[in-house]
């Protein structure tokens, strides 16, 4: 009889041809054959960890059986097994399980072109390649924290923020960098939709016993995208559970989401409730400084180096979101490796027309922001003018101007002007929401939904 080792590579060519080649890559490729008992028809897989061996049992047995039936001319059962050799293999990469990882989420644009890679950690999401600046600084500081003493600085962390601001990468670092002090921590990462999928999954191949054993007897979970857990009232309540057994055994937990907590409707109370009793930081946009030096960063990277102006160029243009920041300046980058030629700043403003047409499409009107700041706190659009001054009025009409201030770059006395105020008014406006955002938990909140609203 043929060695286990060599029937499997029979039957890998096999399932080359049956599967899609990304699965195949995805999930099977790393797989080994560890035995072959004859006399029970027993196949034995060895996969890198009890995860990987829940997934392959739940979505690939039947075809693995099929397969192993075509080449052996029998029926056999195949069952999984994890091999500690694999997790040397993988280590390089620190991965931690099988499922590609959300750090590879497709982008729109130039950088689709880029593979898919195949661990779940993205190995450049580290804390060495992240800026660190007044937008980011203190959930910068938090993540460090939890790598330094997991479980017991701050639990659960939670980070939100706007789109590409760095959230993924934040989550990605901390992984890699527990992953590199302790090789065999047990550490999943994963979205909330991920969560859901293999929850219903879980249910539908009736493995839910396993399915919570895997979660529950984590050391760490890193939950990205947690808003997806809106409305999802089964595996909401599956992943409340799990929050439960890890918190309780002081196993850390750390979540992001582009929201706070109290934010993502349809999440069950008692959840938000859990979420908010660690440590919330928000990541925020980067402001000009900062842009040039993750432009810096990044092109440190690269053989091509542009001059300062054609950074600055990128940096002031783009404003809002890190991962446009980046892209536009792959896109030069490629176009000058493609054609070689020099790049001057036209050029530089010509390929990134659309990039930067996009960025500017709405600025903030002060207008946006009295309506919005009005509606919130179930004032009329009129009082913001007005010259009324009851406390009720007179506090969102600062947090109007207050914004106004931050979120446009308009004069002090323009925005005066539409306020039906003077620039003095304005300056103490700010210097009021301030003080009070300094002092008044519950009111810096209320203020930064309303930014945060107002920036998407
Ligand atoms: P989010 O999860 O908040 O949407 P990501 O973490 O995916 O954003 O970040 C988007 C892109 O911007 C990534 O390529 C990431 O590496 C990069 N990025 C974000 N913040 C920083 C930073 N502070 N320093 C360097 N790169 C950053
Ligand atoms: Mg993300």
Same mark, same amino acid.
């Given at each position: 009889?043929?060695?286990?080792?060599?029937?499997?590579?029979?039957? /890998?060519?096999?399932?080359?041809?049956?599967?899609?080649?990304?699965?195949?890559?995805?999930?099977?490729?790393?797989?080994?054959?560890?035995?072959?008992?004859?006399?029970?028809?027993?196949?034995?897989?060895?996969?890198?960890?009890?995860?990987?061996?829940?997934?392959?049992?739940?979505?690939?047995?039947?075809?693995?059986?099929?397969?192993?039936?075509?080449?052996?001319?029998?029926?056999?059962?195949? +069952?999984?097994?994890?091999?500690?050799?694999?997790?040397?293999?993988?280590?390089?990469?620190?991965?931690?399980?099988?499922?590609?990882?959300?750090?590879?989420?497709?982008?729109?644009?130039?950088?689709?072109?880029?593979?898919?890679?195949?661990?779940?950690?993205?190995?450049?999401?580290?804390?060495?390649?992240?800026?660190?600046?007044?937008?980011?600084?203190?959930?910068?500081?938090?993540?460090?924290?939890?790598?330094?003493?997991?479980?017991?600085?701050?639990?659960?962390?939670?980070?939100?923020?706007?789109?590409?601001?760095?959230?993924?990468?934040?989550?990605?670092?901390?992984?890699?960098?527990?992953?590199?002090?302790?090789?065999?921590a047990k550490i999943e990462f994963l979205t909330?939709?991920?969560?859901?999928?293999?929850?219903?999954?879980?249910? /539908?191949?009736?493995?839910?016993?396993?399915?919570?054993?895997?979660?529950?007897?984590?050391?760490?979970?890193?939950?990205d995208d947690v808003q997806f857990f809106e409305?999802?009232?089964?595996?909401?309540?599956?992943?409340?559970?799990?929050?439960?057994?890890?918190?309780?055994?002081?196993? /850390?937990?750390?979540?992001?989401?582009?929201?706070?907590?109290?934010?993502?409707?349809?999440?069950?109370? %008692?959840?938000?409730?859990?979420?908010?009793?660690?440590?919330?930081?928000?990541?925020?946009?980067?402001?000009?400084?900062? %842009?040039?030096?993750?432009?810096?960063?990044? /092109?440190?990277?690269?053989?091509?180096?542009?001059?300062?102006?054609?950074?600055?160029?990128?940096?002031?243009?783009?404003?809002?979101?890190?991962?446009?920041?980046?892209?536009?300046?792959?896109?030069?980058?490629?176009?000058?490796?493609?054609?070689?030629?020099?790049?001057?700043?036209?050029?530089?403003?010509?390929?990134?027309?659309? +990039?930067?047409?996009?960025?500017?499409?709405?600025?903030?009107?002060?207008?946006?922001?009295?309506?919005?700041?009005?509606?919130?706190?179930?004032?009329?659009?009129?009082?913001?003018?007005?010259?009324?001054?009851?406390?009720?009025?007179?506090?969102? %009409?600062?947090?109007? #101007?207050?914004?106004?201030?931050?979120?446009?770059? #308009?004069?002090?006395?323009?925005?005066?002007?539409?306020?039906?105020?003077?620039?003095?008014?304005?300056?103490?406006?700010?210097?009021?929401?301030?003080?009070?955002?300094?002092?008044?938990?519950?009111?810096?909140?209320?203020?930064?939904?309303?930014?945060?609203?107002?920036r998407s």
């Open positions: 009889m043929e060695s286990a080792p060599t029937i499997w590579t029979t039957a /890998q060519l096999a399932l080359q041809k049956k599967l899609d080649r990304d699965s195949y890559e995805r999930y099977l490729a790393g797989v080994n054959a560890l035995a072959f008992d004859e006399s029970k028809d027993v196949f034995t897989l060895g996969v890198l960890n009890d995860f990987s061996g829940l997934w392959l049992e739940s979505n690939y047995k039947d075809v693995l059986e099929e397969v192993l039936r075509d080449v052996l001319g029998r029926r056999i059962t195949i +069952k999984f097994e994890v091999d500690g050799r694999l997790e040397d293999v993988a280590a390089g990469a620190a991965t931690g399980s099988i499922i590609d990882g959300v750090g590879g989420e497709p982008e729109n644009g130039d950088a689709a072109a880029e593979p898919v890679p195949r661990c779940r950690y993205r190995p450049d999401f580290t804390f060495d390649t992240f800026v660190v600046g007044s937008s980011n600084r203190i959930p910068y500081a938090a993540a460090q924290a939890v790598c330094k003493n997991p479980g017991k600085a701050y639990n659960p962390m939670f980070i939100y923020g706007g789109v590409g601001l760095g959230k993924t990468h934040l989550l990605q670092a901390i992984a890699n960098e527990v992953a590199a002090r302790r090789k065999r909330s939709e991920e969560f859901v999928n293999l929850y219903v999954e879980a249910i /539908q191949t009736k493995t839910l016993p396993s399915f919570r054993r895997h979660f529950r007897s984590l050391e760490i979970l890193l939950i409305g999802k009232v089964g595996s909401s309540e599956e992943f409340f559970h799990t929050f439960n057994t890890l918190h309780n055994a002081h196993k /850390q937990i750390i979540l992001a989401s582009d929201r706070t907590p109290q934010e993502i409707s349809g999440l069950e109370q %008692r959840l938000v409730s859990r979420f908010d009793c660690g440590l919330s930081a928000e990541t925020l946009p980067p402001d000009l400084e900062m %842009r040039v030096a993750i432009l810096k960063k990044k /092109q440190e990277t690269q053989t091509i180096k542009f001059p300062d102006e054609i950074l600055f160029l990128i940096a002031n243009r783009i404003t809002s979101n890190i991962r446009t920041l980046e892209s536009a300046l792959t896109r030069l980058i490629m176009n000058v490796s493609a054609f070689g030629s020099e790049l001057n700043l036209e050029m530089a403003e010509e390929l990134l027309r659309d +990039k930067f047409e996009n960025e500017t499409a709405k600025p903030l009107s002060v207008d946006a922001i009295q309506r919005r700041v009005a509606e919130y706190h179930d004032i009329r659009f009129a009082d913001m003018t007005s010259k009324k001054r009851p406390q009720n009025i007179a506090v969102p %009409r600062m947090v109007a #101007m207050y914004i106004a201030r931050k979120l446009t770059d #308009m004069s002090l006395p323009a925005i005066g002007d539409s306020f039906n105020r003077n620039h003095a008014t304005i300056i103490h406006a700010v210097a009021t929401i301030d003080k009070r955002m300094a002092a008044d938990e519950n009111f810096r909140h209320n203020v930064n939904v309303l930014m945060r609203q107002l």
